[in-house]
């Protein structure tokens, strides 16, 4: 059934939850300036993206030492091109890997 804008029909839930839960998702919503409603919609989308999120880093591939290294030598190859005025390496920062460079590395237990 078509509908506005050819979104998806809404649907209504009845929804139970304690009397504090409730009170403080009321006070959420009055502090984000949204309806409960609005409120408690978006949090539903949250959980759902996270839970999509979760699904997906489950089911990708794991990244192969072939692949990391690849990635680190693209991350750590020079470029062609001088920095661009305001992106140089901060000298602060440059004196600051010279003093990590100097210190004794401690091996991971």
């Not at 591939?61 to 750590?76: E, G, M």
Request: no cysteine.
């Amino acid at each position: 059934m078509p509908t506005k804008n050819n979104q998806a029909p809404s649907a209504k839930f009845a929804l139970r939850m304690t009397a504090t839960l409730g009170k403080e998702a009321r006070q959420s919503a009055a502090r984000e300036g949204v309806s409960l409603n609005q409120f408690i919609n978006l949090a539903v989308a949250e959980k759902v993206e996270y839970l999509e999120n979760e699904a997906w880093i489950a089911r990708r591939r794991p990244p192969s030492q072939n692949r990391i290294n690849s990635a680190l030598a693209l991350l750590n190859r020079k470029g062609t091109l001088p920095p661009a005025p305001g992106d140089e390496i901060p000298e602060t920062y440059k004196a600051w890997e010279r003093e990590q460079s100097r210190k004794p590395r401690r091996k991971a237990s």
